[in-house]
């Protein structure tokens, strides 16, 4: 495989992935897919990686699925069933990464593009994103989790309106509906998001994550449930070398581990 169609770094504590097929808009073709899936799971198991940015190059983020990209043997549905399935397992694991993740939008984020960076915890978009949920207009349903993921953020009224309409979205109204948290000049916008992602370095990177587990399910998981996953955290919390010396330190009046993050959005 062509190792380039996706880029992983390191920019101190942050993982930075790329995608990386600028002459097609960054469309995820089946290798850029098993490609980006290797580059999440090692963004995972790096224990020096404490945050992850996600961007495309070019200018844009991703055209969604490359329609161009070849299929395989066998009956049509059963076809895309299987195409999707493994999309969803490598996407699930970029929405469980037990790390903080920074979508940075440049350009378009379309289809399929749009529910990869929407599966990111913050969205960072340059003055110059376009979002657009253009299933529709190709005769497709959405997928890839954003029938899921997308009502969550905007309601489930204005969902409808975002995916039946098939229109793009600029930075600005993106921002004003709660698709993105923060909208900076396309020349700042990597800058910008590992600007944000390094606040996280010397955070408990395992507290983050199992708070992000939790509150990933806080819609579809009872209170009770809710309050039982928290007792459990908190136990594995308190027993850990990490807490041990942030309270030490607290009683000693010293600086602490993690001083908290400051606001950005």
Do not use: C, M, P, Q
């Given at each position: 495989m062509s190792d380039n169609k996706v880029l992983f770094e390191t920019d101190g504590k942050t993982a930075v992935i790329t995608l990386n097929r600028p002459q097609r808009r960054n469309a995820l073709d089946e290798e850029s897919k098993q490609l980006l899936a290797a580059a999440i799971r090692r963004a995972r198991e790096d224990r020096e990686v404490s945050s992850v940015v996600l961007t495309g190059a070019g200018g844009h983020f991703c055209s969604g699925a490359?329609?161009?990209?070849g299929g395989g043997e066998g009956e049509m549905p059963f076809l895309v069933r299987d195409a999707l399935l493994g999309a969803h397992r490598w996407h699930a694991e970029l929405m469980d990464l037990e790390k903080p993740v920074i979508s940075a939008i440049d350009g378009f984020a379309v289809g399929a593009g749009l529910s990869l960076a929407l599966g990111a915890d913050f969205i960072i978009a340059s003055d110059k994103a376009r979002l657009?949920?253009?299933f529709p207009r190709i005769g497709f349903a959405p997928d890839l989790g954003l029938m899921y993921i997308l009502p969550r953020l905007v309601g489930l009224v204005?969902?409808?309106?975002?995916?039946?309409?098939a229109r793009e979205i600029l930075a600005d109204e993106a921002l004003e509906i709660g698709l993105v948290q923060a909208v900076v000049p396309a020349e700042r916008l990597r800058e910008t998001a590992v600007e944000y992602a390094r606040r996280f370095d010397n955070a408990p990177t395992h507290v983050l994550g199992m708070a992000k587990g939790i509150m990933n399910r806080t819609f579809e998981t009872d209170r009770h449930a809710m309050t039982q996953l928290e007792t459990a955290v908190q136990g594995l919390c308190a027993a850990s070398s990490y807490n041990a010396e942030a309270v030490r330190r607290f009683f000693a009046k010293e600086a602490p581990l993690y001083p908290g993050a400051e606001r950005l959005f």
């Open positions: 490359d329609l161009n990209g657009v949920s253009n204005r969902a409808k309106e975002i995916v039946f309409s």
